[in-house]
Structure formats: C-alpha cells, structure tokens
C-alpha cells in the first residue's frame, strides 16, 4: 500500500453550488500534507468526503487501500474543524468512550493508556473532571488524544491550531510530529498558510473547489524564483535619488522598509548588487514568495475572476465554518 | 448491531439514568402520590369547627300534626336530637365502609380518618319555633349577626301555607323558602334539605290518609352487588370504573416512558450538535450507527422508567385487592406497543433534534408532533367506552397514535377481535421501518448542518434528498 489516499474526479454539489469539483488527489503513505485554501474552498468537505461522512456526487476514493472509510474508520483519527467535547462527561471516561468507538477494547489496560496521554500532555489531574470544568486548550488537547489513542495509520487535522495560543500551539505541532516521525500518514488542513508552510512537506492547493496546486514544498520553493528584494535604506531619501537601478521595475515603500519589485527578464541576484550598489542599506536581502503569495499568484493567473487584494481579503477572513457555505446552498 | 452501536447505547443510557434531574423527575410522581396516600389522612387532623346554632321555622302549613306525623317544626326537633343525628352518621360511616370493602384492607387507619372526614363530628343544633305570622324580614337579620359556632341563628325555614295541604288538587303542591347564614359548613345544607323533605313528606302522606311506613316499604330496594362470572368463577363487579382506570393507567404508562425517552433523546442529539461533538463522534461511527445507539439506549432509559411505574402501578393494585385486573398477556403487549410506540417517536424526535441547533428552535417542529400525539389523550374516553367503534378502529391502525389507542383499547370493556391486534402490531412495525429509514435520512444531512432551522418542507427533501 503506497498511497493513504487516492481521489478520483470527486465531485460534491450542495444545491446549486459546487463544493468539490473534480478533484484527483494522491496522499503518499507516511507524508505530511497540508491541505491550504482558504474558508470555504472546499477542504472540509473534501475531508468529509475522506471520512465518509458525506458521500461524493460522483467520482472514486479510496482511503487507507479500501473503497470508503467505512471500513477503515479505526485506522484514521479524525480531528474535526467543528469539535467539542461532551461536557458533563468525565475527561477519563470521555477518552475510553472515544476509543471505545474506535474499536479499541474497553478494561483496566484502555484506563491506563488514557492516563498516560493525559499525563504526557500535562492533564493528568484532570483525568476524573468534567470536561466543561477544562479550559479551551486543554479541550483541544483532549480532542487530539480522542484521535490518536487508537494508533492510528492516518491522522487528519482541520483547523488543528485554531483557538490555540502559542505555547500550547507549539505544544500540539511538537505532538502531530511526533506522530509524523512514528510513521503515521498526516494531512494538515488549514486556511492558515505561514503555519502549513512552516509544517508540511508538500501542499495541496484548493480553490473554489478546484485543486490548483499540488507540489512538494522544496518543488514549489524552487519553482516560484524570488522575484522581490526587500531592503531597509539608511535613508529613504536615498531611494529617491537612486532612480531605477537596472532589472528594478519598481519600488514600493511597504511597512517596515521597501521592497524593489524585479523586471520580468532581471536576475535576481544581479539586481540584488545593483541596489546594494545604489542606495545604501541596514539591511537588505532577496524575498522569497511565501505560499500565499504563490496561492495569490496562482488564483489572479486563472480565471476565477478575482483580484489579488480579493483573494488576501479572503485568505484573511475570520472563521466562517463551512457549513454556514452549505446553509447558504440551500 | 455491532459493539459501537452498544457502546453509544450504554453510554446514552448511563449519562442519562446517572444524573439528579432524571432520578427527580423520574422518581418525584411515584413519591408524591405515595405521600398523599399515606400521610395527607393523618396530617388534615384539624377536622372543620363543629356546627352549633339554632334552625328558626315559621310554619305556616296549618298542619296540627297526628299519630303519624308530628308538626313540621316538631319533626324537624326530633330529626335534629343528638341521638338521631349519632345514629345518623353511625349508618353513614357504615355505608361507606360497606362501599369501600374490596378497596382498602380492613382496618385501614388512613381510610377510617377519611371517612371521618368527610362526615365531620355530631352538630349541636336546636329548632326555634317563630309564630306563622312572624315577619320573615326580621327573622332574618339574625343572620347577619354572630358565627356558625356560637349558637346563633343558622337558618330561617318558613313553611308555606299550601305546603302539606292544597286547596285545589288542579295545583300542585307548594314548598318552602330556606335561608341560611354565611360561610356555613358544606355539610349543613344538605341534611337540612332533606330533613325538612322528609317532614314535609311525612305531613302529607299523613293529611291524605296513606300509611307512610307501607309506602316507603313499597318503594324500597335494597343494594345488590353485580356479579362478574369468569371462567375462573365470580368475583364481585367493580363497576366497571377499575377497568376505566387501568386504561388511562396503560396509556399513561406507555404515555410518560415514551415521552420521556424522546424528551432525552431529543435533546442529547441537540446537545451533542451545539457542543460540535457530533462530527467527532461521526469520524467513529457512521449516523445510522449513532441513531441506533442512541435510540436503543434512550429505549433503555424509557423502559427503566415503564419499569419503575409498573412496579409501583402492580402495587397499588395488590393495595387494593384489584390485580386480578391485569392479564399477563396484555402486558406483554403492551412492551409490544410500546417498542412501537418508542421507535416511531423516539426517531421523530432524534430527526428534530438533529435538524436544529438549539433546544429553543426544536419548539416549532416539535408542536405539530405534540398535536397528533395528544390525540388519543383527549380521546381515551370514547375509544375505552366504545372499543369497536369505526373510530377506534381507525385510531388503532393509524400510526403513530395506533399503540396508545390500542393500548386503550385492550384494557377497555369488550373483547377486541385479534385481527385488529395483529393489524395493528405489523401496520406498526411496518412504519417502524419506514421511520427509521426516513430519520436516518434526515439524521444524516441535519447533524452537520448549522444556522438557520428547517420547516418540515426542508426536512422532507431531505428525505427525498439523500
């Protein structure tokens, strides 16, 4: 078994809206994807798809080497966008009744197992609380132990680090790579794509329910050339009086310096010493694309009809679950 | 049904059973009535103020009284001594205890007390007799003065001229004019009335020259008791009210545990949706897989609750000499029924709950479910009465109130063809299925869906949909 999962001209529609159009996808075993898009482009329900939540209109999947997740619901934790916990349920008893579900045998050994998680993840004294009586991150960390204490081969992750603060998002990365290293195949969903970058080694784009990008990470680092030079002159009238160095085809003032847009045909390296050669700077150093500016690059170049600024405006929209796309289908 | 099924079921079921509210809500009737049966008697000990006070008549029959019959004023005296009255309520209380045999155990402290109570202590009371032409208006102003207990006026009784005796037998007979004082005790006027019939009745029995004794002896029947002739042998007949009451006691029963159990199941599935644990679960087990373990533990939770009724309904039955009322096999049909009964609202109210957000919103789907289901509530009457009429027929057959009408209908008076029974277990288990078929259906598109809530129109195409 090489691929976790494969999906084939899936297609999903809620009424008259498409949420899924086909879309072909392979997740290779043990790799760890991030699957980017912004809120409402489709992720979560592709996941749904995967998880045999929802079904596809049309199309072929295939997840852990069997026709639907049916099967393989045992093999694969699942932590969803939209999660909770029952809340006048005991942590303790929570977690066994999760794994419990899961397949895994209930009895003293199942106790010890869910005592040990929760120790690892410094919730140990709360084992026989309320779940209601935790706070926001220490749910989230009963939620991800809900979805690996059965060892899973599979792990999704929507939105993993959403309500997090810092320390214990660093906290949950620390754990999903932990998992990662052990072997287990993980896709990463976010609309978040500094945290997938930071994270993944190869990303799946998705758009208006349409896959737009599917790349290793360091393929799609060396495909997107820098095209940018950022710089922060000693003085900015030293800019002015530069004029237009060649291979700059602009410059920008931007928040903390300036930014020197590239000619089409300019190398990037060359323009570098022909600026450093002009104006002289604190600092300055060649600005790599991050993956959103790629996401924007890519949506502005097809024809969804959008402009860039739309497009970050989208990315940078709070979180409106996806279900709230599906009422308004209705 | 497989081990996750279970595992949603026990869990359901544990939650539930396992909190304060279930075992108040649950366990508070049964103690509550159990209370007022035992301990109501013995804590009403302050018995109403004995009654103490004169009758005033003005008697203006012009009836001199003869061997037979004493004037009117002086029948009523002699109606009124403290011994006839002690006699009076020694019957009565016998009279009850006669009519309560079979009912309470012999003996009963707290039934003894109730029929004290209800007939209240001896009175003390005097007739005062006012001449014939004494001024009613003045009479009555007494009135308006003193208290039922200090020997004040009671009542003014004036006796009409035309009352024993008439002049023209063409006109009927005339009466007498009562007035009686404020806030007297209930158990007053009544006797009165009939004691002043009876003077009156006894004067003019007297005046045509008829022998009153002969009359009331021709006119008299003693009590008779039905009775009931079983293959067994014969009981006594109850009248029929025992059976009445077992089968507002089966609708009920089935009533309550289904209402319950819906009631939760509603309720958690809501529950599980606004705490976002539905989609966890759902990466588990499928929605079927879900609706089924909760509708098994949630039938679990109700029968716990038929349970506990039952025990204390087969109580109260043994309390009172009447569990010859009950028949096993109607039990065993009434668990037929009710597993009917539960599944079609039970997966009723799991897809409410699954369509909606928040309990507030559920109301509106829920009150069109709530009105058919009332129905044979406000109709237990007229199907237990008549239990082959067309109507109860029909009601039997349609679901989902065919088990409650059915229910009704086993306990009532007249035996119910089989066929009906059996029409409507297989008509129930048939839309048995097509609920669960349905529910799973709407289960599985409304457990992810938030926002605004569907009207049943939605929830239909959702049925249609999936």
């Not at chain 1, 529609?13 to 790799?31: C, E, H, I, M, P």
């Not at chain 1, 929760?118 to 209601?132: H, I, M, Q, T």
């Not at chain 2, 001449?131 to 200090?150: F, N, W």
């Not at chain 2, 009533?255 to 939760?264: K, L, R």
Request: aromatic share 6%.
């Amino acid at each position: 078994m090489n691929e976790a999962i494969i999906l084939e001209d899936v297609c999903k529609r809620f009424g008259s809206k498409v949420a899924v159009d086909n879309v072909t996808l392979q997740v290779a075993s043990g790799g760890l994807y991030g699957f980017i898009g912004p809120n409402g482009a489709g992720k979560s329900t592709t996941i749904r798809m995967v998880m045999s939540i929802i079904f596809p209109d049309s199309g072929r999947l295939s997840v852990l080497g069997r026709a639907s997740a049916v099967e393989s619901k045992d093999r694969i934790g699942y932590l969803p966008e939209e999660r909770g916990v029952y809340r006048k349920m005991r942590v303790g008893a929570f977690l066994a009744h999760m794994a419990r579900l899961k397949g895994v045998d209930g009895g003293p050994a199942l106790n010890r197992k869910v005592n040990d998680w929760l120790e690892r993840v410094g919730l140990g004294p709360e084992y026989s609380k309320k779940c209601e009586e935790l706070s926001k991150g220490m749910q989230q960390k009963v939620q991800f132990i809900a979805c690996v204490l059965h060892q899973p081969d599979l792990l999704i992750l929507d939105e993993p680090f959403s309500g997090l603060d810092p320390v214990n998002t660093r906290l949950m990365r620390d754990l999903f790579l932990e998992q990662h290293r052990a072997g287990v195949t993980m896709i990463f969903s976010t609309h978040h794509m500094a945290s997938a970058e930071a994270l993944c080694d190869h990303i799946i784009m998705i758009h208006q329910g349409v896959k737009v990008l599917d790349a290793e990470m360091r393929d799609i680092h060396a495909s997107h050339d820098p095209r940018r030079i950022a710089f922060r002159p000693v003085d900015d009238a030293h800019v002015a009086a530069a004029g237009r160095p060649r291979g700059v085809h602009r410059f920008d003032q931007v928040h903390q310096g300036w930014e020197a847009e590239l000619a089409p045909d300019a190398d990037p390296v060359e323009t570098l010493r022909e600026i450093s050669g002009a104006i002289p700077c604190t600092r300055i150093e060649l600005k790599r694309p991050t993956l959103e500016d790629i996401f924007v690059d890519i949506v502005t170049g097809g024809d969804f009809g959008q402009s860039a600024d739309e497009v970050r405006a989208a990315l940078a929209t709070p979180d409106i679950s996806a279900d709230n796309a599906q009422e308004s289908a209705r | 049904m497989n081990s996750k099924t279970l595992q949603i079921a026990r869990r359901e079921y544990t939650s539930t059973v396992a909190t304060k509210g279930f075992l108040i809500g649950v366990l508070i009737f049964p103690c509550i009535m159990i209370l007022a049966i035992m301990l109501i008697p013995r804590l009403i000990s302050d018995k109403p103020p004995v009654v103490n006070g004169t009758i005033a008549v003005i008697d203006r029959s012009e009836w001199e009284g003869d061997a037979t019959a004493p004037t009117i004023p002086d029948a009523l005296a002699r109606a009124y001594s403290p011994e006839v009255l002690a006699a009076e309520l020694r019957a009565q209380k016998e009279a009850m205890r006669q009519a309560a045999r079979g009912l309470t155990p012999a003996g009963d402290k707290a039934a003894e007390m109730a029929v004290d109570q209800l007939l209240g202590e001896v009175p003390t009371i005097s007739i005062v007799r006012l001449p014939p032409d004494a001024d009613v208006e003045k009479a009555q102003e007494a009135l308006r003065v003193g208290t039922p207990q200090s020997g004040d006026t009671l009542a003014v009784v004036v006796i009409d001229r035309f009352s024993v005796r008439r002049a023209d037998p063409a006109i009927p007979f005339a009466a007498y004019q009562l007035f009686l004082r404020t806030r007297l005790d209930d158990r007053f006027e009544q006797p009165l009335k009939a004691k002043i019939r009876d003077a009156i009745i006894q004067a003019r029995v007297s005046a045509a020259g008829q022998n009153l004794r002969e009359i009331r002896e021709l006119t008299a029947i003693g009590p008779v008791d039905g009775e009931v002739v079983t293959p067994t042998g014969t009981r006594r007949s109850t009248g029929g009210s025992a059976n009445l009451f077992l089968a507002m006691g089966f609708m009920m029963l089935l009533w309550i545990s289904v209402f319950t159990g819906g009631q939760y199941l509603m309720t958690t599935v809501i529950e599980e949706k606004s705490s976002r644990v539905m989609e966890v679960l759902l990466s588990a087990v499928s929605p079927l897989q879900l609706m089924t373990g909760k509708i098994l533990g949630q039938m679990a939770v109700a029968l716990s609750i038929m349970a506990v009724y039952l025990v204390i309904g087969v109580l109260a039955l043994r309390q009172f000499n009447l569990l010859y009322l009950l028949d096993a096999g109607n039990v065993a049909l009434l668990m037929i029924f009710f597993f009917i009964a539960f599944v079609l609202v039970g997966s009723l109210m799991a897809a409410i709950g699954s369509a909606v957000t928040e309990v507030r919103e559920a109301q509106a789907l829920l009150t069109p479910v709530m009105l058919i289901l009332i129905i044979p509530m406000m109709l237990w009457m007229p199907i237990m009465r008549s239990p082959n009429s067309t109507f109860s027929v029909v009601c039997s057959l349609v679901p989902p109130i065919s088990p409650f009408a059915m229910v009704i209908r086993m306990a009532g008076t007249e035996p119910i063809p089989q066929w009906q029974i059996a029409a409507s277990i297989v008509i129930g288990l048939v839309s048995v299925f097509i609920a669960i078929w349905a529910t799973a259906k709407i289960f599985r598109i409304g457990v992810l869906m938030y926002g605004k809530p569907p009207d049943f129109r939605t929830l239909l195409r959702w049925v249609r949909m999936a």
